[in-house]
């Protein structure tokens, strides 16, 4: 008997002693700036989508605006592994001062790493019909506009965020077009929406069953979410009348359903997870802390779904597949940056991502951040 307490005793002791994993901590990796007067911004300002993560390691950003040696540029391509330190890969110039952007300007719509190593992004405005570009940039830093957007009557081709395909090819949502562009800048429509019955695209992810699905609006301040073949069939799937709002692209998760999530903090709102099919149903009110307008959602290694929203100054949760609460924390205007808009799972396991405002920079303007946030989930290639 009193061996047997006595291994209770021990297996009681070594429960107590186990050490659990800490709250997630999110630091920044590097502060964009302006001086006072912002007249000089160098590494531009105002990052708005996810860094990639490359097999070289380093992190890729993009800006919206300004640049190396011209407060007027249009944006940069930068580039950093941590530790504050970084450099511009590079800056979207104007052709004089008050010139044109014939490289494109504002790249904050469209950004990925193609088949062959090198990053393809979009811009919103500038290059040859001032409507947007479509280009190649290399680890070394080559530059290429490899397609200029508008090219045709009414511009049907508009830019819009890219995704890398199964095929190999890259594919937007172009407001009214859902187009297919070719690593060497061959552009193509897979679907022109009708905006009277189908509405515009905001949206656009590849699905498992091969099919494209993402989220739109229809007049009538209707969100909506639709599924497009790769032969052009579209179909709406589902509508939210307003004022809930789609607030995130849509992901598909290891058990197949797709995550999307909605502004708002009652019954019918939140993040939800939709069949292929179509078929719709909620699992998760988002709280005060972890913020109403969830603005992206990840599925991480460790199989469950962490998110960001901009919700008063940001935040980042995580919830399991079946909408259970796991943890949140909130960012700091001052020491992280605050409004985040999008991150990225890195290869130690750790997500990076990009804050618009705020940042920890004595002595100048921070405008926008690179955050990390330690969550101990382990390295992984």
């Known amino acids: 008997m009193k061996t047997l307490l006595t291994f209770f005793a021990v ?47 380093n992190l890729y950003v993009v800006t919206w605006w300004a640049g190396q040696g011209n407060p007027n540029a249009g944006g940069t391509v930068f580039r950093t592994r941590g530790g504050g330190q970084g450099i511009v890969m590079h800056t979207f110039q104007p052709a004089s001062l008050n010139g044109g952007f014939p490289n494109g300007e504002n790249p904050v719509v469209g950004f990925a790493e193609g088949t062959d190593g090198n990053l393809y992004g979009v811009t919103e405005q500038g290059g040859a019909n001032k409507f947007g570009v479509f280009y190649r940039l290399a680890p070394s830093g080559s530059f290429q506009v490899l397609y200029n957007f ?35 800048g061959n552009w193509s429509s897979l679907h022109t929406l009708d905006p009277s019955t189908e509405g515009v695209a905001n949206s656009l992810m590849q699905a498992s069953d091969g099919n494209f699905y993402g989220t739109g609006a229809l007049s009538g301040d209707h969100a909506t979410i639709f599924r ?38 009652g019954p019918g709102t939140g993040i939800f997870r939709m069949s292929l099919s179509g078929d719709l149903q909620f699992i998760h009110q988002m709280t005060d802390q972890e913020g109403y307008e969830p603005v992206q959602l ?84």
């Open 228 to 265: 497009v073949t790769p032969s052009g069939q579209f179909t709406i799937l589902q509508q939210f009348s307003y004022p809930t709002a789609l607030t995130s692209a849509l992901i598909q998760a290891s058990d197949g359903y797709l995550y999307g999530a909605t502004n708002g903090s």
């Open 11 to 57: 297996l009681a002791l070594a429960i107590t002693c186990v050490a659990q994993p800490s709250s997630p901590v999110i630091s920044q990796v590097y502060t964009f700036f302006c001086n006072h007067n912002f007249t000089s911004c160098p590494t531009g300002f105002d990052p708005t989508l996810a860094p990639i993560q490359p097999s070289d390691g």
């Open 298 to 381: 990840l599925q991480a290694s460790d199989g469950n779904l962490w998110g960001l929203s901009d919700f008063r100054n940001g935040s980042f949760f995580a919830i399991t597949l079946g909408g259970v609460s796991i943890t949140s924390g909130a960012f700091n205007c001052n020491t992280t940056g605050c409004q985040p808009q999008a991150m990225t799972e890195g290869q130690d396991g750790n997500f990076y991502g990009t804050a618009i405002s705020g940042g920890n920079m004595p002595g100048q303007n921070a405008e926008g951040t690179v955050f990390k946030i330690a969550a101990g989930l382990g390295r992984h290639i």
């Open 150 to 184: 508008c090219s045709m009557t009414g511009c049907p081709d508009g830019p819009g965020p890219l995704i890398l395909a199964t095929d190999g090819n890259f594919y937007g949502a172009g407001g009214n077009t859902i187009f297919c562009m070719t690593q060497q």
